[in-house]
């Protein structure tokens, strides 16, 4: 945790990816995040897709660490009385719940804010609190399909429906839509610092999916208006594409990959002076503001036997001395071993109660003098007993609560 959040308090109900993310996003930062769940089942994340053990799913680990787990029925007048304790101490709440779920649980908006006026209060979810499909509940792809990533599609030989071509590339609506409601609930938070005065967010994954197609959205959506001339015959190639020679992927001389991208003059005179190769500095076109070196394939050709001349290291040494444009191309099984993203502590240790030392992802929000650590991911209701403790219920009182059902 970076302890950018320390002080802060968040209560998080709802199940699945997406609440779930979001509340791992600001533990991250050293929020204190409870976690409600209903005594019964929970969050069933806990149980989908590979696991280590039963209730310890990779997902339910990797998104629900740096949080504390609370039990609580919120359907009942017990319960009710619960959340109410746990939101006047809070800072922040998100949910995941769709349509009127908040509403029949007490936990609408409306009904928050009249018990703490300065909440800051964040609906997450697949395609939104408000809309025609509002009501509808979500997983993953389908926020991604709503917001424009689906491939073309038809109807094969075999009645089945099959991809005919690609589509705008997805950008992820469970990881997209979290990142937006996190900064979203920050800038509030910011706000009602500021002010004393909280306000209700609702953050679409689906939305958030369509805003991350923002490199190719105006050239899609006003395709009349654009310059056609600009870029024909220039050997333009704005996403490098495969055939370019000066955005590429080339193999070192250890039989690992660099990508080059020196589409700059600059970038292309400081690689080719490092290389020892001034006689290819020519092969740069002045007039464009970047060149791809699109279809040369005879460059491109040459550009690799140069860079088999040294190791991955070896060049990742001359991009810092001579300022160029390329780096590692690196397999996720290679990612442990780079010294740039070791430095930075992208992987990092967790010391699981359950599983011993696992290797987790770390913390790309990296804060100077702070050590991130995790805080393990918790059972179903682990930290029950704390937690009610600190809104005033005594031992007595919990176990009434849990003889009753409200609380496991």
Not at 307 to 324: P, R, S
Request: proline share 4%; charged share 25%; aromatic share 8%.
């Amino acid at each position: 945790m970076t302890g950018l959040l320390e002080d802060v308090t968040v209560v998080e109900t709802g199940v699945l990816m997406t609440v779930d993310f979001l509340g791992r996003l600001l533990g991250d930062e050293g929020a204190d995040v409870i976690k409600v769940e209903t005594p019964q089942l929970g969050d069933y994340l806990r149980n989908i897709m590979s696991r280590f053990a039963p209730d310890w799913s990779v997902f339910h680990m990797t998104l629900n660490r740096n949080k504390r787990s609370v039990t609580c029925d919120a359907r009942t007048p017990e319960g009710q009385e619960v959340m109410g304790k746990l939101i006047e101490r809070a800072d922040i709440f998100i949910t995941g719940n769709v349509g009127d779920t908040n509403y029949k649980l007490g936990l609408d908006y409306d009904t928050v804010k009249a018990i703490n006026p300065k909440i800051v209060y964040c609906q997450a979810t697949g395609f939104g609190a408000s809309g025609p499909y509002a009501q509808v509940p979500t997983h993953g792809q389908m926020m991604d399909a709503l917001g424009g990533g689906a491939d073309p599609m038809a109807i094969d030989e075999r009645g089945f429906v099959t991809p005919t071509g690609k589509g705008v590339g997805s950008s992820g609506g469970v990881v997209i839509g979290p990142l937006y409601a996190a900064f979203a609930v920050a800038a509030a938070l910011a706000k009602a610092t500021r002010t004393g005065e909280g306000c209700y967010i609702d953050v679409s994954c689906a939305d958030a999916v369509i805003a991350g197609k923002w490199q190719g959205s105006l050239p899609m959506l006003n395709p009349d208006k654009m310059d056609a001339a600009w870029g024909a015959g220039r050997g333009a190639n704005p996403d490098g594409g495969t055939e370019s020679a000066k955005y590429q992927h080339y193999e070192t001389k250890d039989g690992k990959y660099i990508l080059f991208c020196a589409i700059e003059a600059k970038f292309w005179e400081h690689w080719c002076r490092a290389a020892g190769r001034e006689d290819l500095i020519g092969e740069h076109r002045s007039e464009l503001v970047v060149d791809f070196g699109s279809g040369d394939d005879d460059l491109r050709l040459e550009i690799q036997r140069v860079f088999h001349t040294k190791t991955q290291a070896e060049w990742m040494q001359i991009a810092i001395d001579a300022d160029i444009a390329m780096g590692p191309a690196l397999r996720f099984d290679e990612i442990q071993s780079d010294p740039h993203l070791r430095a930075r502590e992208q992987v990092v240790t967790e010391h699981h109660p359950v599983f011993g030392d696992i290797l987790t992802l770390g913390n790309p929000i990296v804060v100077p003098g702070k050590e991130f650590t995790v805080r393990s991911a918790p059972a179903h209701g682990q930290d029950t007993d704390e937690i009610l403790a600190e809104v005033g219920y005594d031992s007595g009182a919990r176990e009434k609560l849990r003889a009753a059902g409200v609380i496991k």
